[in-house]
């Protein structure tokens, strides 16, 4: 378990060190909190006793009624469609959109460790930047234009790839 704790914080200080970052760490709760092009962030966080990285990040809120979106999110979530690996969910306690992504510390080396942080901090600003206005543009067209979301026959999802 303390092996785990060290291995991901060696990963974390290797991390700062390619970015340039001194001393970036883990908190007294095993977080690390970075953000992105001042505008995107994350944390990342280890639980010793499972020996998984969770990696989190709050996206934004959906327009206002969330509902018609709950459909366009379950096809992006679908065998990680438009998320580069990582999940979509709801905070139950306010409705804002996250994306999370936990990872087994026995699959992971550092290398591993940087792949899939940059995917998910792609994936972040994809949804960030990129889906919440789409949605926000094309909702409301469909809203004016028809009565119920239901109407919608299934779509042919987008694949997003992140990397290579």
Request: glycine share 4%; hydrophobic share 40%; charged share 25%.
């Amino acid at each position: 378990m303390e092996n785990c704790l060290d291995t991901f914080r060696s990963y974390i200080h290797e991390f700062g060190e390619k970015l340039k970052i001194e001393n970036l760490d883990l908190d007294d709760h095993h977080d690390c909190y970075m953000a992105f092009d001042e505008k995107f962030f994350v944390k990342c966080s280890i639980n010793p006793e499972k020996e998984q990285i969770i990696l989190l990040a709050y996206i934004g809120s959906l327009p206002a009624d969330q509902t018609v979106y709950y459909r366009e999110l379950l096809v992006s979530n679908y065998f990680w469609n438009d998320t580069a690996g990582s999940n979509l969910s709801l905070d139950p306690s306010d409705g804002t959109l996250i994306l999370t992504q936990y990872c087994d510390m026995n699959m992971l080396n550092y290398e591993l460790f940087h792949d899939v942080l940059e995917k998910f901090v792609n994936a972040m600003e994809h949804w960030d930047t990129k889906r919440l206005a789409e949605w926000s543009a094309s909702k409301e067209e469909d809203l004016a234009d028809a009565p119920s979301m239901a109407m919608m026959g299934p779509g042919t999802p987008n694949m997003m790839m992140f990397g290579a």
